[in-house]
């Protein structure tokens, strides 16, 4: 496509009407200029909301891997169906992103068969085992944008420290789940009221907030840049708006679903909902809702992990934890705002300029930018099911819901990347 | 937003109420854990005639599906098939398929394959039998017979059969539970009985690492003094503690713990005089109880194994008679459509 121009649509955050024109690949005109100018195609927009594209901060492509949960091509086509241009890939792969050699493989193969952008994260430990440190340079040399330990954890505070005065030393940005292994330990649901009354193995939400505090007490000492992924208790978002206050250079976001579901999820034994960390009680989710509301929060992740359909077929506490949420991410945010739990300008900021900012890159809609956008229609509707879903993974958050929000352009680098087919 | 409706009841009810799974006591009412209990009433008699059979499960298979061992469950079990008529196949699944690999999935499709009726279900993980009662093919019941830490409903059952002989009903009644209800399914399930059958207190007594979270949310106070827990009580039931508690660093030593929560005499006597002692076995003497009062006349520990037959003959029978219901219903649904 040569030039493009986008009618009819109105901005998200100010819900002001617009047309932008896309010229090989760039935002040449916004507003009344653009109406002005002629383009090869028009896309009729009535109706729709344009945003940045989307930007995750914890995505699972599940390339390198053996490719049954998914692919590089089959989960960023995903993305692109959900609005997301930007995918930071988790380093748990298989095998991990701890050597300059995986994240060019991960970045080759996302050249060729990619719909969206892929920012590998890279492992700060050799293998994800948490004792000895990872080719920090190397891995930020090869590409990888923060370094993390995925889902693992690393084995101590010493362990930990030296990750963070190591990848100090080069200006890395340093991301982790936060959960203390010995207090979580064979737990995979929240501790509390759901957990006492089906029997199962709870993870305390000290288990969490005791991280957050050492992680903390380490970046302010070390002086690294600190994002803390996935946050899921009430008591972590007033620890980091106080370390905030303190001017502690540290930064957060929330997967979706923690702010839709919470514990009462799983009182059916629904494998579904195994998400790790768990969902946990209904005062966690109204703190995190009020967290990203005043921005403590900087961003709102799909910690997007699809999966074969086994492993959610066993026994709760066998089953592989993670929800295939990419696709869903944008419709749970749209519901939290028909709800009045959400406006709909944190939400696109929580899903644009937030994350992109945790990771030193823009995203808005200027003048003179690459194009890499989202149009979705807020009011149209669609059922998640085998017909509509892109990823591999089939454990979405709503199965059978009819959801609001549906994308109907995704623009990313200045190409089409959803719909798949031209226009 | 609750992700999906609670589904336990349509799980384990047929539309009109019946049973047609049994799971767990959660979501039953007053009026059907009633009917268990006066249907176990009727099969009591069977046990005491000389030929011990009736043919309500007559050319049924009944599988009992054992992932975790047990002696007592699976024998009443077992016993409670053989007095219903059905053929009976022990399997202990722990030594065998699961060993080799083969998913709990797998191994379903396989038993399946035999054409069974009914799965009696022992699995070390909470909410197995669930996942087996979403799996199956309609019209084979699951019986728990306990899953993990969750629960124990037939063991809850014939602990209330055991009360109701003995103090006649469950109104004003003041029960304790005492010891390790962190690990208990069977706590979890009396617990759920006695609230819903009408006691008017349930207490459980123990250390604080021996609680659940919010322990109270399932319907009891706590009480972490024993002699002070003891007063006034009418059932005191004394749970099984696990040696493995101690290398959890959940508890110091047996020694300690007999002391401050095992019962003995000199504690019993502070309960109501006609107070019963329970305990759903296997019991551990000088842990959690002591000789004396396990042997004692307020023991009523061996009516419980015999009980334990007679509810799982309710269960058993009510459970196929809900997937039979069912089934016709099923029938005459399509014959007239």
């Known amino acids: 496509m040569s030039s493009l121009k986008i009618v009819g649509g109105r901005l998200a955050d100010t819900n002001a009407e617009t047309t932008i024109l896309v010229r090989n690949g760039r935002i040449v005109a916004l507003g009344d200029a653009a109406g002005k100018e002629p383009a090869d195609h028009d896309f009729d927009a009535t109706g729709c909301l344009l945003t940045p594209g989307f930007v995750d ?41 701890d050597s300059g050699a995986v994240t060019n493989l991960i970045l080759d193969v996302a050249a060729k068969r990619s719909s969206v952008r892929v920012l590998p994260v890279g492992a700060i430990t050799r293998g994800l085992e948490g004792d000895l440190l990872s080719d920090m340079a190397g891995l930020a040399g090869a590409g990888c944008i923060a370094l993390g330990n995925g889902a693992r954890p690393v084995k101590n505070a010493r362990v930990l420290r030296r990750c963070m005065a190591y990848a100090r030393t080069f200006g890395l940005t340093v991301m982790f789940s936060p959960e203390n292994q010995a207090l979580a330990a064979d737990g995979y649901a929240h501790d509390g009221l759901v957990a006492s009354r089906l029997g199962l193995l709870g993870i305390p939400e000290v288990a969490e907030t005791a991280a957050i505090m050492e992680m903390l007490l380490l970046a302010e000492e070390t002086g690294v840049r600190l994002h803390l992924g996935q946050l899921s208790c009430a008591r972590s978002v007033e620890m980091l708006a106080d370390a905030r206050k303190r001017g502690i250079a540290v930064t957060a976001d929330v997967a979706m679903h923690q702010l839709m579901f919470t514990e009462e999820a799983l009182s059916g034994f629904d494998s579904r909902y195994h998400v790790r960390p768990p969902l946990r009680s209904e005062k966690d989710r109204q703190a995190l809702l009020g967290g990203v509301r005043d921005g403590v929060i900087d961003a709102i992740t799909s910690q997007h992990q699809p999966h074969d359909s086994a492993a959610k077929q066993a026994p709760l506490a066998a089953t592989e934890p993670g929800l295939s949420t990419i696709e869903s991410t944008l419709s749970m945010g749209l519901l939290l705002v028909e709800r009045g739990e959400l406006d709909m300008a944190s939400l696109i900021r929580a899903l644009t300029s937030g994350p992109a900012g945790v990771i030193g890159r823009t995203a808005e809609l200027r003048e003179g930018t690459v194009a890499d956008l989202c149009v979705f229609d807020p009011d149209a509707t669609w059922v998640p099911g085998d017909s509509s879903l892109s990823s591999v993974g089939r454990h979405v958050p709503l199965p059978g819901k009819t959801l609001p929000g549906v994308v109907r352009l995704t623009l990313c680098d200045g190409r089409q990347a959803w719909p798949q087919s031209d226009l | ?84 008529s059905a053929d009976v196949l022990n399997l202990d699944i722990n030594t065998s398929a699961t060993s080799k690999g083969e998913s709990l999935s797998d191994t379903l499709l396989n038993l399946e394959a035999m054409a069974s009726d009914m799965f009696v279900v022992r699995h070390s993980q909470s909410g197995a039998p669930h996942f087996i ?9 699951i019986i728990n017979a306990g899953d993990g830490r969750h629960a124990h ?21 003041k029960v304790a539970i005492v010891g390790d209800v962190l690990h208990s399914r069977v706590a979890r399930s009396q617990i759920r009985a006695l609230n819903e059958l009408g006691a008017a207190e349930v207490r459980v007594i123990a250390p604080a690492t021996l609680l ?38 959940l508890l110091p030593s047996e020694r300690e713990f007999y002391r401050l929560y095992g019962l003995n005499q000199e504690k019993l006597a502070l309960a109501h005089p006609e107070c019963i002692v329970m305990h759903p076995g296997p019991i551990n003497r000088g842990v959690e109880i002591e000789s004396a009062v396990a042997d004692g006349p307020q023991s009523v520990i061996l009516n419980q194994v015999t009980n334990g037959i007679a509810i799982r003959m309710a269960v058993m029978s009510m459970a196929m008679g809900g997937q039979m219901a069912e089934r016709s219903r099923k029938l005459a649904g399509r014959a007239q459509g």
Do not use: W
Not at chain 2, 133 to 141: F, I, K, L, R, Y
Not at chain 2, 153 to 172: V, Y
Not at chain 2, 228 to 238: F, P, T
């Open chain 2, 212 to 249: 659940p979270r919010d322990v109270e949310s399932l319907g009891c106070t706590v009480e972490y003094d024993m002699t002070r827990g003891m007063k006034d009580l009418d059932v005191v039931i004394m749970l099984r503690l696990q040696k493995e508690r101690m290398e959890g660093a």
């Open chain 2, 153 to 173: 409903p037939t063991q809850a059952m014939l602990d209330m059969l055991t009360i109701r002989q003995h103090k006649g009903g469950f109104e004003g009644l």
């Open chain 1, 57 to 97: 901060l914890c995505c699972n492509l599940r390339e390198p891997g053996n490719g049954q949960k998914g692919n590089i091509a089959s989960e960023s086509l995903a993305a692109a169906h959900g609005g997301f241009t930007t995918l930071c890939a988790s380093p748990d792969t298989s095998p991990v992103n």
């Open chain 2, 133 to 141: 009662a979403e799996s199956v093919t309609p019209g084979v019941a």
């Open chain 2, 1 to 84: 937003m609750t992700a999906t409706d609670p589904s336990k009841n349509s799980l384990q009810l047929t539309a009109d109420g019946q049973l047609r799974h049994f799971l767990t006591l959660d979501g039953l009412n007053r009026a059907l854990l009633t009917e268990i209990l006066d249907t176990a009433d009727s099969f009591i008699e069977v046990g005491e005639r000389s030929i011990k059979k009736v043919p309500l499960l007559r050319g049924r298979t009944v599988v009992n599906l054992f992932f975790e061992s047990s002696t007592r469950t699976r024998s009443t079990f077992e016993l409670a098939a053989k007095r219903l």
